[in-house]
């Protein structure tokens, strides 16, 4: 829930009053300086006791943007106002550490406990920001550039922590704890990410990491037209399991084509079917076909070329008439879900990967 608190002492003391436990998340050395200016584009992020933002909008939702200090307020279960991308804005155990362990600030509000804090802050910057908080996903000397780093130095002095300044790192901590992207938040995230042309390695990588592979495959109108979708659903199930195969409704079509990454749909058209796979022993992505397409991690993507050859043998028509489109990994796969399939229908989806990833393992 975004609200404009006219005064931020005021603002912040009122929850005291009320008994409505909240934590500063960031930025604290700065904000004793003094709070972001009124209508100014710099932010509080707070996390908030359930249940307390109907309180709080009650008293404070009246004010616009030019009457106080943007606040952006996120609850610990991700109610409907509170929520980050609909989900809680951080996974139950780590939001029941930064409430639970707080304490006061130098500057009169509350904070996290280092610990907590540090977990907080770097569980931003890994998945919130990823390559765009200027922390190098595996250089730490690429990251002293970020504006996180002296606030990451001093949480790090305080807690005795030694890891690098890196976003695999600040991975690897949250793991061992416990509180590293939940696979659903990650696809929310991605999904965010893709509508407004964000592409990370980063979270291509950790979304890399279960078991096997899922992908977006789309056929393409050219194939419909020439009766060869059928030929191409079925070379896609002698390599992969098809999870589902979905007819995308013309409206979708028309609401979504220049959407899909990388799609050029002049030749070939643009897509009639969605096809969701599963590639339970994929191959790694190697030589001549690997190399122009780093965020490919399994080689079994390249027989895409193969059944463009094909199509183009049968058909007699030139090879640039693409009838197949992939995304390039899980990641990408997942920021792209939502063109073509409801809530419920990625929920199924997803249900039916945990099933799948358990019994592999």
Known sequence: MRLYAPDMDEFL??????????????????????????GGKDDVDLLI????????AARYGCYKKMQGVKCDLYDRSGSPTGAYQGLPYYPPKLADRLL?????????????????????LIFHIAYHKAERSKIDRLDPAASEGSKYVPELRDLMARTG????????AFHERLKAEGMAVPYR??????????????????LAEVGNEPAGEMNLFVIRRIASARGQAQ???????????????????????????????GGKWKRGGPPVHAVVVFDR???????????????????????????????????????KHNPLHSTDNEAEALGHL???FSPDERESLYRRLEAIRAEMT
């Open 49 to 56: 006791d359930d249940e307390a933002l109907d309180r709080i």
């Open 338 to 340: 939502n063109l073509y």
């Open 161 to 168: 922590e030694d890891f690098p300044l890196t976003l695999t």
């Open 185 to 202: 938040q990650l696809a929310a995230i991605l999904v965010n990410d893709f509508q407004r042309h964000v592409k990370s390695r980063f």
């Open 100 to 120: 639970g362990e707080r304490e006061r600030h130098e500057g009169g509000f509350w904070v996290p406990k280092p610990l907590p804090y540090l977990l907080g």
């Open 231 to 261: 030929m191409l659903l079925e070379a896609l199930g002698r390599d992969y399991e098809i999870l589902v195969d979905k007819e995308i409704p013309w409206l979708t079509r028309l609401q979504t084509n220049s959407k899909i990454r």
């Open 281 to 319: 022993h994929p191959l790694p992505a190697t030589g001549d076909e690997a190399t122009p397409h780093p965020f490919v991690f399994n080689g079994r993507q390249f027989l895409k070329k193969g059944l463009r050859d094909e199509f183009s043998q049968i058909t007699g028509l030139h090879t």
């Open 13 to 38: 003391g009122w929850m005291d009053s009320q008994a409505i436990r909240y934590v500063v998340l960031r930025n604290a050395p700065a904000f004793v300086q003094g709070w972001p200016a009124r």
